[in-house]
């Protein structure tokens, strides 16, 4: 069953820009401009995209959308084909690789087989690329598309200039965002994008999970990678090759950063599996600097 979408806001948070919420599941974001209307992300279902839209209701329609995609992870684009045909589709050139990989259709399958929701489900991509960054000019607002891999390789975060709003995404998450693989290369891409973010300054700056619009989860988060680059950096290297590292006291994820209270234990265990990742990757990064030094 698809989760309940509402629309939300956060303290400050202009009136033009709505948060569409589905459930625990992930946040899309709706921004209202004086030439055109723009959905980031499309949520992980036609059918939760489509009573998205319809909880928007006159705001929606009454003037031209344009749809950007984030990223090509599930829970951001599989309700694409709610929208395809009557708004164009933008997002990173790199989007096109990933929807072309035969993991993204076995994704789709997998989860298919365990939630009927999933059945309809098509996969459609952007109609629009860019390769590193884009800019939408509404007249009032303006939207810079900002390429912050990492995370993923394709993912984009939206900055909004005249209100100091950064729609962050999954680049910056709480309690912590996870690195797109254990390579070194992909831990000091994600770790560039938060300081990019930061370096905006911004008043506002909204990711897709955590329920936040603090600027200090970039600081946090920024943080925690350093925490674990301190802690790796003082191992042997018999301990550096632990595949238990993750469970070792004082490398575990609750020792890092502080669990949220209230958290339901699949979500914290969805995040410790995002640590042991961020883990792996430092510890790469560490080895391959030994090796070079």
Request: glycine letters at 6%; hydrophobic letters at 40%.
């Amino acid at each position: 069953m698809n989760p309940a979408v509402v629309l939300c806001s956060y303290p400050g948070l202009d009136e033009r820009i709505v948060v569409l919420r589905a459930g625990d599941e992930v946040d899309a974001m709706f921004v209202r401009t004086q030439r055109f209307n723009v959905l980031i992300d499309t949520l992980g279902t036609p059918e939760l995209c489509r009573m998205a839209l319809d909880l928007l209701g006159d705001r929606g329609k009454d003037r031209p959308l344009i749809v950007v995609n984030s990223h090509m992870d599930w829970d951001h684009f599989w309700g694409n084909s709610a929208v395809s045909g009557r708004a164009p589709i933008i997002a990173h050139a790199a989007a096109l690789d990933r929807l072309r990989d035969a993991s993204t259709q076995q994704v789709l399958k997998d989860k298919a087989r365990q939630e009927t929701r999933f059945a309809n489900v098509e996969l459609v991509g952007p109609d629009i690329t860019f390769s590193s960054s884009m800019v939408l000019n509404g007249g009032d607002l303006t939207l810079e598309l900002i390429h912050t891999p990492g995370h993923t390789p394709d993912h984009i975060a939206v900055w909004i200039p005249e209100l100091r709003v950064c729609l962050a995404v999954d680049a910056v998450e709480y309690p912590i965002p996870e690195v797109w693989s254990r390579r070194a290369d992909d831990l000091r891409q994600i770790r560039s994008s938060l300081r990019r973010i930061r370096d905006l300054d911004a008043k506002l700056v909204i990711p897709a999970h955590g329920r936040t619009s603090s600027p200090s989860a970039v600081d946090e988060n920024l943080v925690y990678f350093e925490a674990l680059a301190v802690r790796v950096g003082s191992l042997s290297e018999s301990q550096l090759a632990d595949p238990q590292l993750g469970a070792t006291r004082g490398f575990r994820l609750e020792d890092v950063v502080a669990i949220p209270e209230g958290m339901p234990s699949d979500t914290a265990a969805f995040y410790r599996n995002c640590h042991e990742t961020n883990l792996a990757a430092t510890v790469q990064a560490h080895i391959e600097k030994l090796k070079s030094a």
